[in-house]
């Protein structure tokens, strides 16, 4: 059986040496690297005193909570004048209405934002603390916590790193006759097309979840776009989504559209997770970050990671996309910044990044970390495999980023693609003016 399927292939672990891609693609323009620098100036982060007072950690992440929780008991042990308080949202929610929570230390002691937008909104108001110069930065991998620093200062520490490519039932692809990844696009929709012939669902796509209907689109355009720059290049006026390669991504949603399930455009992603979770489904087109999620509801076969491959095989640039979030930052404004910078050292030792990980099914950018998890180690050869910082987050006006992903949305609804990217592209000159 070829690599994709390789249930015998070693767990590779975060060395320098394995993650030449993820150096590469960082690099690269999604990095956030060349950002906008803050207007604002942050405080010092006071990492000096003793860890005391009850941290409010906001992130999105409800269904770690459980595994959070045990290391919260663990680190009052370790600082039994500390504690810590978990503060959760919806992810849609997070996206919207965190930076007006944790501005004022309202909540958000020590806070998560979502790689691209939010990052930067919150970096230009002033409420990371720089972690530039701290000692937690040792613990990372140099190459990976790009998507956290603003003009050379490092303002938060991406914590997960995610696969945003179409989580596979590799069960389901045996029974299709398919023991590797399609290479080219008719490679694809004969995969597809086999599911189908099986009486699977082929293709699982939350439609009508602004959060995860995007996710897609990461893939469909890592080797169409003239450049892996093509969102940012969107953004600022010299592409457009009229534009020929983006037109040939929309044709190729709408030969997607015969193998989505039912109602697509309106599904949520707590519904096609349900789908995929009990078998019904191939491909499930969020990420790996759903892994844990389709274990809890009771999933028993393997999994695997499968990316439309839009193009030839020899015109293929990626094998896959891969991100960098849950960008882990301290309150500027926070009044108990030792007991946050605490906690942030705690998450961030080899060990405990090592339960998260293995107890939330998510990799991590910390160094050293052992991946015990069975689904980690079944996805674990995606982290030297040649893969592209996700686009999608390359987009820092969210207005523009919807439009472009509405008209996905709308020629799976039944648009046809050139009315569709006509449209979308008016909002994104209104959006720029």
Same mark, same amino acid.
């Given at each position: 059986?070829?690599? +994709? ?8 672990l ?46 999105w ?12 008991e ?10 810590v308080?978990?503060d ?5 929610? +997070? ?13 958000g ?9 939010q990052?930067?909104?919150i ?18 991998q ?9 003009q050379?200062?490092? +303002?938060?520490?991406? +914590? ?39 009486g ?18 990461n ?37 997607? #559209? ?15 997770t ?19 999620g ?65 107890? #939330? ?19 674990a ?20 980023? #919807?439009?472009v992903?509405?008209?996905?949305v ?24």
């Amino acid at each position: 059986m070829p690599s +994709y399927l390789d249930r015998r292939a070693a767990l590779r672990l975060f060395g320098a040496a394995g993650l030449g891609l993820a150096a590469a693609a960082c690099a690269g323009p999604g990095s956030g690297s060349g950002s906008t620098a803050s207007s604002a100036s942050p405080s010092a982060l006071a990492t000096s005193g003793t860890p005391k007072g009850t941290v409010s950690f906001a992130h999105w992440r409800a269904e770690d909570k459980a595994v959070l929780a045990g290391l919260i008991e663990a680190f009052v042990k370790k600082y039994p004048d500390a504690g810590v308080e978990q503060d959760i949202s919806p992810s849609a929610d +997070y996206q919207s209405t965190a930076l007006r929570r944790i501005q004022g230390s309202k909540t958000g002691d020590l806070f998560t934002a979502f790689r691209g937008a939010q990052f930067e909104q919150i970096v230009k108001a002033g409420v990371y603390a720089p972690l530039t110069g701290t000692g937690v930065l040792a613990r990372y991998q140099a190459s990976l916590i790009g998507p956290g620093a603003a003009q050379g200062v490092q +303002y938060g520490l991406p +914590y997960q790193l995610v696969f945003n490519m179409p989580l596979a039932n590799t069960d389901a692809l045996d029974k299709a006759g398919h023991g590797s990844a399609p290479k080219d696009w008719d490679g694809f929709l004969q995969l597809l097309d086999d599911l189908k012939a099986r009486g699977y669902t082929p293709l699982a796509w939350p439609g009508g979840d602004s959060a995860n209907a995007g996710q897609l689109l990461n893939t469909m355009v890592m080797n169409n776009a003239p450049s892996d720059d093509a969102f940012t290049k969107i953004e600022s006026g010299t592409y457009k989504v009229t534009d020929d390669w983006f037109l040939k991504t929309l044709e190729q949603y709408a030969e997607l #559209t015969p193998y989505l399930q039912a109602r697509a455009t309106g599904s949520t992603t707590d519904a096609v997770t349900q789908l995929f979770a009990e078998g019904k489904a191939g491909l499930l087109a969020t990420g790996s970050f759903q892994m844990a999620g389709v274990r809890a509801l009771g999933a028993t076969f393997p999994f695997d990671l499968v990316a439309p491959i839009t193009t030839t095989a020899a015109q293929a640039k990626y094998e896959g996309v891969f991100n960098t979030t849950f960008v882990l930052g301290v309150n500027s404004a926070s009044k108990v910044q030792p007991a946050a910078y605490a906690f942030l050292e705690f998450l961030s030792d080899p060990a405990n990044a090592g339960t998260y990980a293995n107890g #939330t099914g998510q990799h991590v950018t910390v160094q050293g970390v052992e991946y015990t998890n069975t689904d980690l180690k079944a996805v674990a050869p995606w982290l030297t495999r040649k893969t592209l910082l996700a686009p999608r987050f390359q987009f820092l006006n969210l207005d523009i980023r #919807t439009a472009v992903e509405n008209a996905t949305v709308a020629v799976v609804g039944g648009k046809k693609p050139a009315q569709a990217a006509e449209e979308a592209q008016r909002v994104i000159d209104q959006k720029r003016s």
